[in-house]
């Protein structure tokens, strides 16, 4: 069994619906008063003083999420690596595993998976990153902003499944997830050239984003698609006067 013992009732009720959330049983208990039960676990705050009676997780009010998914791997006996997998795109679904067990899942810009990442693996001891192969420039955008984490490369071919009514938008973060139960190739930078095709299609998203109808020229453009800058920031500097 699972116990929330905690007086602060920020990370009590930030607990509470993490774990109503997943559907999981648990019980709670005022650390001060009540006699603690017998249990598997218990997830309490910094400050609290709990009985040396079962393992303690210590969480706080503003990370509730990380507390409880610490404590399910413990009663899950999973001492699973966390894993994550990434289907690239402008907007990358993101899935975290722990074991064979999804704890997050995420359908992001691109411009934000770097953060998000950091932020889901602060204290995470050795974490695992599969990015598809897919989408080469996004993918390619993808890895550089994981630097210091170790990335494989995955062959995605076949991970996106087939979608039922309802499930209009889940595809990417499916994908994701197999994705991060696929072994690939650990790589540290995907160095791709940017398609003809691919300048063409900044070239016409720059025109549809200007203000008076200017399209960057092919240099730009082929930066962008590298990453090296935004379209905002190359439209600024296409409109700069010489």
């Known amino acids: 069994m699972l116990v929330v013992a905690t007086t602060d009732f920020e990370l009590y009720h930030g607990l509470v619906d993490e774990l109503d959330a997943r559907n999981v049983t648990f ?35 503003d990370a509730p999420r990380r507390g409880v998914e610490e404590a399910l791997a413990f009663l899950r006996a999973d001492d699973g690596r966390t894993v ?7 907007r990358p679904g ?8 999804v704890v997050a899942a995420f359908h992001i810009p691109l411009d934000h998976v770097g953060e998000t990442i950091a932020q889901e ?4 001891d050795d974490p695992l990153i599969r990015v598809g192969d897919g989408s080469r420039l996004q993918s390619a955008r993808i890895i550089d902003a994981l630097e210091g984490y170790t990335v494989e490369l995955v062959d995605e071919t076949g ?23 696929i072994a690939g190739d650990e790589t540290e930078e995907r160095d791709i050239e ?7 299609q900044i070239k016409r998203r ?11 020229d092919a240099d730009l453009a ?14 600024a500097e296409h409109e700069r006067p010489d």
């Open 27 to 61: 019980t709670t208990v005022d650390p001060t008063t009540d006699e603690m039960p017998d249990c598997d676990v218990i997830i309490t705050g910094s400050d609290d003083t709990v009985p040396d009676v079962a393992p303690v997780i210590r969480a706080t009010a």
């Open 84 to 90: 994550v997998g990434i289907d690239p795109g402008d």
């Open 94 to 101: 993101i899935a975290v595993l722990v074991g064979d067990t």
């Open 121 to 124: 693996l602060d204290g995470v």
């Open 159 to 181: 991970t996106t499944p087939a979608l039922g009514t309802g499930a209009r938008g889940m595809g990417d973060v499916l994908a994701a997830v197999n994705i991060a139960r």
């Open 194 to 200: 940017p398609t003809a095709g691919e300048i063409q």
């Open 206 to 216: 720059s025109r549809e984003q200007s203000d008076n109808d200017r399209t960057i």
């Open 222 to 235: 082929r930066r962008v698609a590298r990453g090296d800058l935004t379209l905002d920031a190359a439209l």
